[in-house]
């Protein structure tokens, strides 16, 4: 991908180019295309799943602040709020479906959701391959894509879920060029469980594909115990369908959200990874800004630099502040460096098993090392990017990240 002085100068293939061409045109006269109503949304919902119960209203705060947020600061083009629409109607109708099961199946929520993994920290920092090994233990069971993007089954005929999470994938590399090698993507592979959260309407999947700053600060400020009770449920109804002896899950900004998960689920293990924020920064915003620029015009890459700047050392800060206060249960975070983890990843997975108590075994063992094998940094290409390209420059991330740097004994010479 080139990068650009504004996202309309960006190579993009001909359908998105006529959509986003169709909604200026319809600008131009006065007519929004896609509205993003909330009301509306919730009678769509209702109507397309025949159901009326989204369950408490928890939920309801934060799908109005998002719509706002959306509708006021996102300069969306046709595509984005065709996305944000899809995306928003979607959620809904996850939330009534939910509702709808656990009410008809009271015995799920006694289901135990026992030691679950949780993978958090700055994204860009090996959470993903270290995913992916813990969940190459037969023992565990993770959230894929198709779940988190439809969690309940069909209550009649064929369950094309997984096929419906293709295409929609297909349809996301297609309109990003070169997508997967900034971030890799598939219907099968593991996905973050903040999409469970989003079915709450309280999560950062939101600012990852959308610029909704009142929405996220709104998000910083919301205590996240009933998500993540929301949350539990979702894994409780997960595991109901499929079983396994221990989730492993991972959101990067639960990095900030350390005392409420312990709350929730006061046996888990957390596994917080560290990178050099400068590093990282390059490369979360090389992510952020491909997303971004698909449903805006007007999104540049310094914008987004700056805005990712912000918001990670926001999250690191809250983090820290949070572990000062957790005393003995800090015990239950171990912290992963992404150079160790790139340099000999099995033995990282035997510590952190050490650490944690966890059964180690020859088998095992093999396992991890097949898994490296068959999964090699850059298989769907190399990502390039700069820091001239986000206008981001070291002393602005020394200020920004010093006080992490210096806690975790994070080199800037590393990876």
């Known amino acids: ?47 397309n799943t025949g159901l009326s119960d989204f369950g408490d209203d928890d939920f309801r705060e934060g799908l109005t602040v998002l719509l706002h947020s959306l509708e006021h600061e996102a300069e969306l083009n046709l595509l984005g709020r065709i996305m944000a629409y899809k995306q928003v109607l979607n959620l809904l109708k996850n939330r009534l479906l939910i509702t709808d099961t656990l009410k008809k199946n009271p015995e799920i929520e006694q289901i135990d ?15 993903t391959i270290l995913q992916g090994l813990l969940a190459a233990d037969p023992d565990s069971r993770v959230l894929k ?6 969690p309940c089954p069909p209550a009649s005929g064929p369950d094309n879920r997984i096929a419906d999470s293709k295409k929609d994938m297909d349809i996301l590399c297609q309109f990003i060029p070169g997508f997967q090698a900034i971030h ?43 998500t993540f009770i929301f949350h539990k449920k979702c894994l409780q109804l997960l595991q109901f369908y499929q079983p396994g002896q221990h989730w492993v899950l991972k959101t990067p900004p639960h990095v ?25 920064m390059i490369s979360v915003s090389s992510l952020y800004y491909a997303l971004h620029a698909l449903g805006s015009d007007t999104v540049t890459p310094t914008m987004i630099g700056a ?20 005393g003995d249960k800090a015990e239950q975070i171990y912290d992963v460096y992404f150079d160790d983890l790139l340099d000999t990843p099995v033995a990282e997975i035997k510590k952190i098993y050490n650490h944690f108590n966890m059964t180690w075994s020859d088998t095992l063992e093999q396992t991890l090392n097949t898994f490296m094998a068959q999964n090699t940094r ?23 990240f010093s006080a992490y740097r210096q806690r975790f004994n994070i080199s800037k010479n590393n990876r």
């Open 184 to 226: 890799s993507v598939g219907a099968e592979l593991p996905q973050e469980c903040l999409t469970l959260m989003a079915i709450n309407f309280t999560s950062a999947q939101f600012e990852l594909n959308f610029n909704v700053p009142s929405y996220q600060e709104w998000y910083f400020n919301r205590d996240l115990s009933k």
């Open 1 to 47: 991908m080139s990068f650009s002085k504004v996202a309309t100068d960006i190579k993009r293939p001909f359908a998105v180019t006529l959509i986003n061409t169709v909604g200026r045109l319809l600008n131009t006269v006065g007519i929004t295309a896609v509205r993003l109503d909330e009301q509306k949304l919730l009678n769509k919902a209702q109507k």
């Open 145 to 150: 894509f198709w779940e988190g993007a439809q």
């Open 256 to 280: 900030s959200a350390v005392e409420p998960l312990l709350a929730i689920y006061p046996d888990a293990r957390i596994l917080q990874t560290h990178r050099d924020p400068a590093k990282v």
């Open 307 to 326: 805005l990712e700047v912000k918001n990670w050392a926001r999250h690191l800060e809250i983090s820290m502040q949070a572990r000062d206060r957790l």
């Open 113 to 127: 959701i026992a030691k679950p993994m949780i993978i958090a920290g700055l994204p860009r920092t090996g959470t």
């Open 378 to 400: 850059e298989k769907h290409g190399k990502h390039a990017y700069s820091a001239e390209m986000f206008g981001l420059n070291e002393d602005e991330l020394d200020e920004a």
